[in-house]
Each structure stands twice: as structure tokens, then as C-alpha cells.
């Protein structure tokens, strides 16, 4: 092995180092939650040189352009060793400045510590949360089962490649990102609910999960129940290439793949209309539950409301650009003004988007429209005479509410999958979560009150 080659190599085995290291650096929401909900003091770079990540970087970057410097000039033997030892010090504490600025331990090198084991007395639930719609779907199922020890997580993946796409910030956007994951527990917190961060600190008896687009592996052998949100993607070019080639990952399909990947042991969903969908993308008939879903299981509560105003077109507008999905927003901006005709104009923009930007477009073709950025959508959605929606889920409370709805779904497949309303999703979702449990555990007194299926007359 020539010096250029041994380098080389040098640089291949510390960036690998360096990417197990990045990747089990402390989340930055372990911070935020034990804190007061302020960002960390910037670390200084003694901070870093003790860490095994600095050293795997520096070494890369030596390994790297000192294997460069004597490709272009093979005599250099002395001078190009000490120069690739000084630039990769140099790149190695650049790089080590902008990571501490999350803090001083921003670049330590975490091990997952085992988990405490399933106590012997009542069962313990893991609850995944999400977006704010899923964590509130995740609350009101806990609150129909309080013979269980439940607690809470923001969406996680512990996979190498999620873990490092998180700290880069590629899925910022995402629920697996960062900024969401706050908000996520901000709402636990502020909700008073015992929160197992990436569910670290125990093994539990059951998941209840708000999606399976990615399934941590440390939960790949506790039973699941999954919960769907609400609307889903119509199967496109990516469905088709994930089902027949595997090349595109899953969460990268957007919605239309949820549901498929079997790592759950019964699936709730909103309507028989969404049960008839799963058994024909091949799901078993007796992992599918009409249970309904909570949030979108009584939309006529909503009528009774504090929103000030009524008779307007309403334009409930989703989060497609920011999550790499299909959109074109000038050509749905056209189709708004047709359908408005004058009439007033109020959009409510969905809380992941980018609301400087939306406005912006928003206002550059209809300069009187009122813009929410926040506020009860579904309020706005009762008070409103017509709503038009892209691939929200809102299209379903305008269809139960009885508006006149324009949406890229056609209205005829929103009646067939238009979830069940009789206010009890939360409660029929809870005693299937009994059955799962009573199949895998039956500690005694505490699955007394509940049965292992959701008998189809409770959910008419």
C-alpha cells in the first residue's frame, strides 16, 4: 500500500467514525426538555477537543487532502503531511464552532442506556406523537385508558441514516425534525404528560403510534397499534415505484404508503370506505379496525363557535412544497379567484408551511383576502359558505358540515372515505389497544374492562 493510498484509507475509516459519532450526539430536544425551553450557551472549542467527533474529523480531513497533496506532488513527503495536519485541525475546529453552538455538549457521543423493564402490574403504553393533530389524537386515546402507565414521544426514527438526516437538519420540516418535535413537547409539557424521549428510559407492552413510515428499531418487537390521521395521498409515480421496486423509501411516498408496512398488529382507521382501501393494498382483514379517528369524528360540535366571522369562501391551503410533495400553488391561487367571484375571502394556512412566503403569493394576486396563520381551522371551517382545499384533510369537515367543497379529491371518493361521526373513535380505538394488550399480557386487574375487539354495532 503506497502513502497516497494508506491516507486514503485514513480519511474513508475516520469519516465513518465521524458519522456514528454525529449521529449519537445528544438530541437537541433532550436540552430543551430538561431546560426551561431556551437554547443552551454556545460551547467553546475545549469543549470539542475532548470529544471523539472532533479527532474522527480532523483525521478525515488530514487523511483527505494529504492524500491529495502527494497525488499532485509525490516528493513532497515531509511538508504535505504537516500541512494536511494543519488545514484538518483548522476544518476540524470550524466545523466544531458551528456544532457547539447548540451547546457544550452539542458534540459528546451518546449511548443509548437500556431501557427498565415492563413492570409485572399495570401495562405501560408508548404513545407517538407528531404533527400537533396527531399528538392530540394520541391524548384523547390515553384518556380512555387510564388502567394503563402511559407516556409520550415526539415521532422519532433511530435508525444511522435518520438520526443523521435529523442533525443535519434535512427533515426540519418533517415531524421527525427538530422544530416540530418542540412543539410537540411543548404541548406534553404544558398538557402535564410523562414523556419518554425516543422512548429511552423503558421497554413498554404496547405502541400506539401515529404513523409507520419509519419504525425505530427499538420497537421493532413491541405490538403496535397504528392510528390513522386523516386524509391521505392518492396513489402516485412514487407509491407505484416503492410497491414494485423498493427504490424510493417509504416516507418519502408521502402518505399514500401509509399503512403498508405491516409492522403493526391491528390498524384503526376512519371509515369502512378507508378499510376497503387497506384490503385491497393487500392488508389482512383482521389487522383493519373501523374505529373512526378522533378529531375527525364529530364535526358538528364545530358549529357552536367564537370565530367572529360567517359567509365567506374559505382556502385551506397544506404543507406540500415544504415536505418535497407535489404542488403548484399559482395554478390552485388561479382556481381561487374563479371560484371567489368577489365574494370575501379568508385562507387559513396549514401551521408547517411557509407563512411569509404563502402570503406573499397570496397577496400578489388577491390583495383583499384575509390571511389566518393560526387560529381554529375547523371553526373557520363551520362559519364558512364555501371551502376550497388542495389534499387537506379539512375537506372532510366540510364535507360532513355540509359546505360547498372544492378540492383536488373528488368529491364522490371524499363521501366513500369520509370518517364515521358519532364522537367515539377515542373509545373504540382504546379497546382495541385492550384487545392487542390482553393477546400479548394479561397482568391482573387491568384489562378487566376491556375486550379484544371493537364490535362492529359500537361503531355505528
Known sequence: MNVVTSHLALAVLATLVAVLCFAHTPDSERGYLEGDGRPA????????????????MASAAYGAIAAGLLAISPEATAVAPLAALALGLFLAGAVSVRLLRAGPDAMRTVIRPAPAPTPRGRARVLFICGSPNQTTQMHAISRQMPEVEAFFTPYFGD???????????????????????RICLDYLEANGLAVDLDAEANAYDLVVSCNDQVIPRCLAYTPMV??????????????????????????LTGTSTFGLSGAYEKICVASPGYRDNYLNSGVATERVEVTGIPNFDDFERFRENAFPHKGYVLVCTTDARETMAEGDRHTFLDKVVAITAGRP??????????FARATSEIHALMPEAKV???????????????????????????AALGKEVHSHHPMEEIQRLLPLQHGRAAENIARVCRGVLGAHRLPRGV????????AEDSLA
Open 41 to 56: 450557551a454556545p460551547g467553546r472549542l475545549h469543549h470539542a477537543v475532548t470529544t471523539i467527533l472532533f479527532w474522527a
Open 159 to 181: 435508525q444511522l441514516h435518520v438520526r443523521v438526516a435529523k442533525r443535519v437538519g434535512w427533515l426540519d420540516t418533517a415531524i421527525l425534525g427538530s422544530r416540530r418535535r
Open 226 to 251: 397504528l392510528v390513522q390521521e386523516g386524509i391521505q395521498d392518492p396513489p402516485n409515480w412514487k407509491t407505484l415505484v416503492w410497491r414494485w421496486t423498493r427504490l424510493i423509501p417509504r416516507p
Open 345 to 354: 375571502l379568508f385562507f387559513k394556512l396549514h401551521p408547517n408551511e411557509d
Open 372 to 398: 389566518f396563520t393560526s387560529g381554529s381551522a375547523e371553526e373557520m371551517v363551520a362559519n364558512c359558505d364555501v371551502l376550497i382545499t388542495e389534499w387537506s384533510s379539512l375537506t372532510f369537515a366540510g
Open 447 to 454: 384489562l378487566e374492562s376491556g375486550t379484544s375487539e371493537a
